[in-house]
């Protein structure tokens, strides 16, 4: 199952988004492929704000499973996430789903 994962970066964070970034991201590349895409969110001045993933799991437990273990979750950067399920019919132009 595919899911897109919305996360919001509390007031100020982003000195301690970037403290927390070389941990984020090593716990993306040991997701692997499972990672379908995955950015940051910008606001009208291009400074961070947030994050954005499509994310492959097998089901939503397994979602919550990684966000309890997330370092921008552990360690106070996301504040609010939503999760939502996705049906990736396009990858990179390219069809792959239904």
Not at 24 to 37: D, F, S, T, W
Not at 40 to 48: I, K, P, Q, S, V
Not at 69 to 93: A, C, D, I, R
Request: net charge negative.
């Amino acid at each position: 199952m595919q899911f897109v994962i919305k996360a919001l970066d509390g007031e100020g964070m982003l000195a301690k988004r970037m403290e927390v970034r070389p941990r984020h991201l090593e716990g993306m590349a040991r997701l692997g492929r499972q990672v379908i895409c995955a950015g940051g969110l910008l606001d009208e001045e291009g400074r961070m704000k947030g994050s954005v993933l499509v994310v492959e799991f097998p089901d939503r437990t397994a979602v919550d499973d990684y966000l309890a273990n997330e370092p921008y979750v552990t360690e106070g950067v996301w504040v609010k996430t939503e999760v939502e399920v996705m049906n990736v019919v396009l990858l990179n132009g390219e069809k792959v789903g239904k």
